[in-house]
Structures are given as structure tokens and as C-alpha cells.
């Protein structure tokens, strides 16, 4: 009960100072506080559309954060606010919440996204960059992708490592191979945006068991922002994403 009437305490505070949608709006829609399990979705919060084995669900956006503006301030920040640097793969609800005030800790926008079901997936740059109440959870990734601007500027495909840390069985510095492309388009579906740029990642990785795995990874951008992609948290956990939008007033 303490640890609900805090984290609600932090979201009405927080509801003053972010500058996203309605804090306690969003986190309704995202966890289904007071509301229904077919409630309709709530009007000014972003949506992801996530379909996982043929089942679809919504996921609402809680925050983003974004690159310091100043390295100066971000130095200050840092020594007035205690060593922040631990908060940036937060591994609990409140801390999310508490990350809602923080700049990113490197020059990306990190956007947090959550379930009815309080699961939570962070994107940078359309990304999955860590998971929180799946099957298989990231707790961090420790490197970062090439540039989608270095991707389309290349006609050869760019290699690189991708290091993950994972739950169940604590596993630090997980390694996948990756190899990064620009790809036509696949054929049309309605789910697929119109205009997009192309990209395929093409993966080496083990599974649990630690047999080889081989799989592909497609993202399609638009004027900057992924659209529309389809990733793996695991060998038995593929999603596809679909960036729905804010939704507008009835």
C-alpha cells in the first residue's frame, strides 16, 4: 500500500513539471488504474500497437527523455542530484517515474513505454533497448546501434556488437552479431507506412540453452521517427511495433 500511495504521490508531483502528456493520465491508460480491461483508450496519450503470436495490445507512452542541452548542466545536475548514471536502466516503477525528471545520460531520446499489464519497453530511435515485466527481461544495453543517418549513407551493410544484460538467470554482457542493412520494401500490408525507408538487421545469438539462433529484425522510418518494426526479445518472444500516435479527442 506505502509503495502504491508513493509512486502515486510522485505522479501527481510530476504532473506539474514534465512537459509530455498528463502524467496521471497516461499512467491510467498505461496500467489500467480504475479503468476496465477493454476501457477505450484514453484521448491526448501516445499508443503502440504491439502484436506478439497474433495477439494485439496497447502500450501507452510515460515519458521520454532527452539529450542534455548543456554538458555544463548535465556536470551540475550530476553533483547536486547524487550519481544519476545509476538511474538511467531504472529496474523499478518508481524510478521510471523518478527518470521522468532526468535528461538522458547519453545523446539519445529514450522513450518508456507500458502495458495494462504494467509491462514496460524502452526505444531509442525505434530500438528495443531494455524490457521490464515479460517473460524475458533486458535489464540494459551496454552499446549502442549505428546511426540510421551512417545506416542510409552506407550501400554495404555495417557491422556490430550489440551487448545486453538479461533476466531470468542474470546473464551480463550477452553478445549478439548484427549486421545492419538498407532492404526494399517488403510486400505491401496495411500495417506498413507509406514512404518509409527500409532497414534489416540480420542477428547471431544464442538462445537459453545456448544453441546458435539466427534471425532478422526490419524497421521502417519516416521522416526521421520508426514507424513500424519488427524485433525479438527472445527465441519464443518476436513482436512487431506499430507507433499509432497521440489520440485525438472524441
Partial sequence: ?????????????????????????????????GEGKNAPLTPGVEYLKVNVDGRQAMMALGYRTFPNPSANTASNNSSSSGNLSNLSNPTNG??????????????????????????????VEGRIVSVMGMTTEWRQTNSKAPSWDSLSSYSMPTAWVRNRDLMPGYRYGFKDEVMTKIVEAPPKNKEFPIGAVWFQDNINSKGMDGSEWAYQQLFARV????????????????LTLKYIGVISKQ
Fill in 223 to 238: 521522416n526521421g521517427k520508426t514507424l513500424y518494426s519488427e524485433q525479438c526479445i527472445a527465441q519464443d518472444l518476436c
Fill in 94 to 123: 518508481e524510478q521510471l517515474v523518478r527518470n521522468a525528471k532526468l535528461y538522458s545520460t547519453d545523446p539519445f531520446i529514450h522513450e518508456y513505454w507500458y502495458s495494462g499489464q504494467k509491462e514496460m519497453i524502452e526505444l
Fill in 1 to 33: 500500500m506505502f509503495k502504491h500511495l508513493s509512486t502515486l504521490l510522485l505522479l501527481i508531483n510530476l504532473a506539474g513539471c514534465n512537459s509530455v502528456n498528463p502524467v496521471w493520465d497516461t499512467f491510467k491508460a498505461a496500467t489500467g488504474w
